[in-house]
């Protein structure tokens, strides 16, 4: 059974920081991009990074460049976002997923559950 399990979401002060872990199953994550995507009550989803199939090429949402970064560890078969300098707006449910390429706004083909991740003093 494919499956991708997200985890390391929780509450942090700003300008906390967060690693957030995408652990896959049943398949093998480096034949796939991945990507990372957020989710606010009441706004759209938003593409925040992602990684090429040969972890060659990456993407970040221009609100989390040079906070983010998205990370590969084959061996675990698990896609990593570290999250620094955490924003109260960077508060919502992330999810990881596969997608076919690595744009943000390519819609995903598989996702995971979510993790919520809430910014607040």
């Known amino acids: 059974q494919l499956q991708l399990v997200e985890s390391g979401g929780g509450l942090v002060q700003p300008g906390g920081s967060l690693r957030l872990s995408c652990a896959a199953s049943g398949f093998t994550l480096n034949y796939y991009a991945i990507g990372w995507f957020r989710q606010a009550p009441g706004k759209e989803r938003e593409g925040v990074s992602c990684l090429s199939r040969n972890g060659g090429t990456t993407n970040y949402a221009d609100s989390v460049k040079g906070r983010f970064t998205i990370s590969r560890d084959n061996a675990k078969n698990t896609v990593y976002l570290q999250m620094n300098s955490l924003k109260p707006e960077d508060t919502a449910v992330y999810y990881c997923?596969?997608?076919?390429?690595?744009?943000?706004?390519?819609?995903?083909?598989?996702w995971g559950q979510g993790t919520q991740v809430t910014v607040s003093s």
């Open positions: 997923a596969v997608i076919s390429l690595c744009m943000l706004s390519i819609e995903p083909n598989y």
